[in-house]
């Protein structure tokens, strides 16, 4: 099957494999615009479009020459006779061009949401960006015409998909869709309209009030104009706290669908102890926050436990939903008034669990007699939960199993935390961390109140915005490549972004070679998880990345015998697969254990600079019994 990618940087794949033996710019021009036009072509006139400059014997002459390599790594895809060239219809061709406006032109057929997200993702960047041809203005004239016809179709449906997703309630979407029109056009009025009615409508007021200050910054800097007066108006009601209504709307929302009314409301920040997270560190997790809210605030859930691993934006997220809370719950959105108390912790700064329920019980206004009991403490706590809706927050929660806590001391947190899922009341706790215990998983299938998150990396569209905030947009390829260099982690990309842009003109191709090159501060992050693991950790992952296929645990088993001088018993090694597995430092693949990219790539320059298997490992390993 012929597959070809014009959307963005070109690519030519023939039943999977990449076709780079095509040098000639005027063959692979040839062959774009065979694929694109779909029909037959006179020679005379292939030749006037590539080599109009020409004598009409030279021109048919050059064309004559670029044929033959076409028609050898083609073969019966193309049809060439003596007067015409074309595509065969009957061989199988799969154009991105094609799949994309074969949705987003059907006006007879009107598209789901999913169908047209799918077709739209197919958009990674203009028209052959960055491909061109020398000498002939013919061929570069008609690329202009298609790549400005896709871009509006583009524009137009993402405009679209914003609208129709602000009727469904399906917030995120929308405000994906508004985000890449915005980065597509910067000046586009409507998508500034929409984004405002969308951060409204996800109870970000604020954000939707500077929305309008971006977009009248975008209009003056674009064409010296203020904004029009339905944009002011839409800015006007948000700042009024009226509830917005868009255009065939006969009455507000149902009772039951608060989420976009209460948005609009005066909003209360959250107490101290929650640091609202800045905007512009916030990228692509709108799905994610919604989900967590929703278990909050909608089911009630006791428990949540957000995990991932380092870099993900664990910590940027909870403050996020802390946040979305605060607002909903300080104006009695679901049936409380008054501030809702948003109690704070990092592990790192706890002791035992004793100093953390007085920590709690001091900011929930409650004074225990210094003498009472543990369970007596645990009782007022639960009686407060019930009183009042709260939502606890434990960052940090892999530093329960790190010293001066020893084994006893994580276990009374861990009883504590059981006590707060039994037992009835209309609070949430939630837990943030790179791994959860082995009782999370208990709690999760035996609680009909408790769920998990496990953050991942960005999507590309996301990640692209990130980069785009540092002024790094030099094609949507390149931030592709650097967003699969750094997993999409949010934390890595920014480190990157900022040590890139720190080089003055240093330009986005210079960084994108996930084999060779890792920056300083991200290297100094990793260096730190990497300290934190024990021996047999180090070893599993010093393994794998000297391979470049995933391995089977008795694969790995094998290959550490191998390599170091002490016995590695195979139950030592799948409780070390099980460990580094939560903390999502090993993923795993169909055929075993792999590791992430970021991770490979480190570990593997790990292993070259300290000679890991050069050493005495007998270090490294546990002694066996």
Same mark, same amino acid.
């Given at each position: ?276 997270? =800045?905007?512009? %560190?916030?990228? $692509? &997790?709108? *799905?994610?926050?919604? /989900? !967590?809210?929703?278990? +909050? ?104 199993? =790190?010293?001066? %806590?020893?084994? $006893? &001391?994580? *276990?009374?947190?861990? /009883? !504590?935390?059981?006590? +707060? ?205």
């Amino acid at each position: 099957m012929l597959y070809l990618r014009l959307l963005g940087a070109p690519e030519v794949r023939l039943n999977g494999t990449l076709l780079s033996e095509i040098t000639s710019k005027k063959a692979l021009a040839l062959l774009f615009y065979l694929a694109m036009t779909r029909r037959n072509h006179l020679r005379d006139e292939l030749a006037s479009l590539f080599w109009y400059d020409m004598p009409d014997a030279q021109a048919r002459k050059n064309l004559r020459n670029i044929l033959p390599i076409l028609r050898t790594l083609l073969g019966d895809h193309l049809i060439i006779t003596r007067h015409m060239v074309g595509l065969n219809p009957a061989a199988q061709a799969w154009l991105d061009v094609e799949r994309l406006c074969a949705v987003l032109k059907d006006d007879h057929h009107p598209q789901s949401l999913k169908a047209m997200a799918e077709a739209l993702a197919l958009y990674e960047g203009d028209f052959l960006t960055g491909f061109y041809v020398s000498d002939a203005p013919a061929f570069e004239e008609w690329m202009l015409r298609q790549r400005d016809h896709l871009h509006q179709l583009v524009v137009h449906s993402l405009h679209d998909l914003a609208v129709q997703a602000l009727k469904e309630e399906a917030y995120p979407q929308g405000m994906e869709a508004t985000r890449r029109l915005l980065r597509l056009e910067p000046w586009n009025e409507k998508a500034h309209q929409l984004q405002m009615e969308l951060l409204a409508a996800l109870g970000e007021r604020e954000r939707a009030l500077m929305q309008y200050q971006l977009c009248r910054r975008a209009l003056r800097s674009e064409f010296a104009i203020e904004p029009t007066a339905e944009t002011q108006a839409i800015y006007a009601r948000i700042k009024a706290l009226a509830p917005l209504r868009r255009p065939g709307d006969n009455q507000v929302r149902a009772p039951g669908r608060q989420h976009a009314e209460w948005a609009l409301r005066e909003p209360q920040l959250a107490p101290a102890q929650v640091n609202r997270p =800045e905007a512009s %560190l916030f990228f $692509g &997790r709108e *799905e994610e926050a919604h /989900r !967590l809210y929703q278990w +909050i605030a909608r089911e009630q859930c006791r428990l949540l436990m957000l995990t991932g691993r380092v870099g993900m934006g664990k910590t940027a997220l909870a403050r996020y939903v802390a946040q979305m809370f605060s607002h909903a719950e300080s104006k009695g959105a679901f049936g409380t008034v008054g501030n809702p108390p948003i109690l704070w912790h990092s592990c790192r700064d706890l002791r035992s669990a004793h100093q953390l329920l007085d920590d709690w019980l001091s900011q929930l206004g409650e004074q225990p007699d210094q003498g009472a009991r543990h369970e007596a403490r645990e009782a007022l706590l639960l009686a407060q939960l019930r009183r009042r809706r709260c939502l606890l927050v434990l960052d940090d929660l892999e530093r329960l199993a =790190e010293p001066p %806590l020893t084994a $006893g &001391r994580a *276990e009374s947190f861990w /009883r !504590l935390i059981e006590g +707060i899922v039994a037992s009835e009341h209309q609070s949430c706790l939630l837990l943030v961390g790179r791994e959860m215990p082995a009782l999370s998983t208990y709690l999760e299938v035996t609680s009909s109140v408790t769920h998990s998150l496990c953050l991942g990396g960005l999507p590309h569209e996301a990640a692209e915005g990130l980069l785009s905030s540092y002024g790094l947009i030099e094609g949507s390829l390149l931030a592709r490549r650097l967003t699969e260099q750094y997993d999409g982690a949010p934390l890595f990309l920014h480190l990157a972004a900022r040590t890139i842009k720190s080089y003055g003109s240093g330009r986005l191709a210079d960084y994108t070679n996930a084999h060779t090159f890792l920056f300083d501060s991200v290297r100094s992050v990793l260096d730190n998880e990497f300290a934190a693991l024990d021996p047999l950790e180090r070893m599993i992952l010093a393994t794998l990345a000297c391979v470049t296929q995933a391995l089977a645990p008795s694969q790995l088993h094998y290959a550490l015998r191998n390599k170091v001088s002490l016995p590695v018993r195979l139950s030592d090694l799948l409780s070390g697969l099980q460990r580094l597995k939560r903390r999502s430092l090993v993923i795993v693949a169909h055929e075993g254990f792999a590791l992430p990219r970021l991770m490979h790539t480190y570990v593997r320059t790990r292993v070259e600079h300290e000679h890991y298997y050069q050493e005495d490992t007998s270090q490294w390993l546990p002694q066996p019994s």
